[in-house]
């Protein structure tokens, strides 16, 4: 792991290859549509194929570690693999694991993903902050000491979320607001007051795409992480309507409408390179 923040690690790597963030979502029907079985050996082969095709050209990668843990051991040791292969070729790799716990158990997750040593090393981890912000401290500690991140989940996009993520704190603040707020104060004391105006902070949220426009400040002098384009309906042009001002620093995650024009390499790459240019379009690189 580089002791360059991964704030600044992502804000040149989204200036050089442009923003998108690929998701690696290794569904059943995504191995059928490329012909495979829904095995470890089919699971490696789809994989290392988009990992072939896109590493050298995108700048975010983002595999969600629930298909891979599905297979077991032989799973989790292609998501190392494959987490390896794209940081040898340059790319950032989001582990998409929401890990959330407290105190030594949060550090082993701390310990597992974002320690440089760690078995599944990573560049930045999807976190839950719903046993108090102050859970995430083990994680904020090892992301620091690594030069990794963390993505927080802050507005989700899922029916369920504003159950939690909108409800009232005690001190006033929504939950989401509350998370927000935690995140600025990091990327604050990380950053200082002289930092330009475009530097990004390594504490992220996860802020869907889809979501209904807002009233929460967004701009947490860090990255937004937005899931939820292509084919889960968000679209570029909408990025600027949900997250406003703070667009620059979004990270547009798009995995089925990438992953769905495999196997093909050409085929994907074509589809990333169609998919970046848009981004790149509405969010100014």
């Not at 078995?119 to 981890?125: E, I, K, V």
Request: include cysteine; hydrophobic fraction near 45%.
């Amino acid at each position: 792991m580089s002791n360059e923040p991964f704030g600044a690690r992502l804000r040149a790597a989204m200036d050089t290859r442009g923003p998108l963030c690929v998701g690696i979502d290794p569904h059943a029907h995504l191995l059928d549509s490329w012909g495979l079985p829904d095995t470890p050996e089919g699971l490696a082969s789809f994989t290392y194929g988009v990992v072939d095709a896109l590493a050298d050209r995108v700048a975010v990668f983002k595999p969600q570690s629930a298909f891979f843990e599905r297979f077991g051991s032989a799973g989790i040791a292609v998501l190392e693999q494959a987490t390896i292969r794209l940081r040898d070729a340059g790319a950032l790799v989001i582990i998409d694991a929401k890990r959330g716990d407290i105190g030594s158990t949060m550090a082993g997750y701390a310990s597992a993903y974002l320690a440089e040593k760690g078995p599944l090393a990573c560049d930045a981890l999807t976190v839950s902050p719903y046993l108090g912000f102050g859970s995430l401290q083990p994680a904020i500690d090892e992301a620091r000491a690594a030069g990794a991140g963390l993505f927080v989940l802050a507005l989700t996009s899922n029916a369920e979320g504003p159950q939690f993520q909108s409800a009232r704190t005690v001190a006033g603040p929504t939950v989401a607001g509350a998370v927000l707020d935690g995140l600025r104060e990091l990327n604050g004391t990380d950053l200082g007051s002289d930092a330009p105006a475009d530097a990004l902070g390594s504490f992220g949220a996860v802020v869907g795409a889809t979501i209904a426009s807002t009233d929460e400040d967004l701009d947490v002098r860090g990255p937004l992480l937005a899931p939820g384009l292509g084919a889960q309906g968000g679209t570029a042009e909408g990025l600027t309507k949900v997250f406003g001002s703070a667009v620059r620093n979004v990270v547009p995650s798009s995995s089925r409408e990438i992953l769905g024009a495999g196997p093909s390499a050409a085929a994907l790459q074509d589809a990333a390179d169609r998919a970046n240019d848009g981004f790149r379009r509405v969010l100014g690189y």
